[in-house]
């Protein structure tokens, strides 16, 4: 690959990784309500989980995407169902929760699972695969790939949980928390609107 579209690809790695979406929305409310700690199963969900769904679309799942639309559509449909059950969860959730509270956040499976109804997600790898493979090493090119998003991905699920991690002690106050959760409930939700489109 030469070095001009590697450097093409870590900056679209870095800006979709980093910019707000489903995955990121989640893990800062996770910080947030559960702390970094008991976050880091779903961070390495997330990680683990995009980098598999970007090597199922470099061998050939996007193409059958094209091939069954109605696949499609049905991921579509899950993927809208799912975010809105998520976003309400976040949105009514009313406590910081403490090491033996009743809430948890996603577990590793449930975060990597979720990548497969992830619409960002999805476009990203799709995205990323299409441009950035070749013709001449498909393969190779495709390794190249989950390599630039997972050297990615890893500090922006750290640099989102953190954040949420910060923002733990003035979010204890019940209100501010409150109002903090609906708006990442309220953002979620409308993170499947390009999704519908």
């Known amino acids: 690959m030469p070095i001009e579209t590697f450097i093409a690809l870590s900056t679209f790695a870095f800006v979709s990784s980093m910019t707000p979406g489903p995955n990121n929305i989640m893990l800062m409310a996770s910080g947030v309500n559960f702390g970094f700690r008991r976050t880091i199963p779903h961070m390495l969900g997330v990680c683990v989980g995009f980098m598999v769904l970007i090597m199922a679309v470099g061998l050939g799942l996007g193409t059958l995407l094209t091939i069954f639309p109605w696949l499609h559509t049905a991921l579509k449909i899950a993927g809208a169902?799912?975010?809105?059950?998520?976003?309400?969860?976040?949105?009514?959730?009313?406590?910081?929760?403490?090491?033996?509270?009743?809430?948890?956040?996603?577990?590793?499976?449930?975060?990597?699972?979720?990548?497969?109804?992830?619409?960002?997600?999805?476009?990203?790898?799709?995205?990323?695969?299409?441009?950035?493979?070749?013709?001449?090493?498909?393969?190779?090119?495709?390794?190249?790939?989950?390599?630039?998003?997972?050297?990615?991905?890893?500090?922006?699920?750290?640099?989102?949980?953190?954040?949420?991690?910060?923002?733990?002690?003035?979010?204890?106050?019940?209100?501010?928390?409150?109002?903090?959760?609906?708006?990442?409930?309220?953002?979620?939700?409308?993170?499947?609107?390009?999704?519908?489109?």
């Open 81 to 197: 169902g799912y975010l809105c059950y998520l976003a309400w969860k976040i949105a009514s959730s009313r406590t910081v929760a403490t090491a033996d509270g009743s809430a948890k956040p996603l577990t590793f499976l449930q975060a990597a699972a979720f990548q497969w109804v992830n619409p960002k997600a999805w476009v990203a790898s799709v995205s990323g695969v299409a441009v950035y493979t070749t013709i001449e090493a498909p393969f190779l090119s495709m390794l190249i790939v989950v390599f630039v998003f997972s050297l990615v991905s890893v500090p922006s699920v750290t640099a989102w949980t953190a954040f949420g991690q910060m923002l733990r002690q003035f979010l204890s106050d019940p209100v501010r928390l409150k109002w903090f959760n609906i708006s990442m409930g309220i953002l979620l939700a409308l993170s499947i609107w390009p999704m519908l489109r």
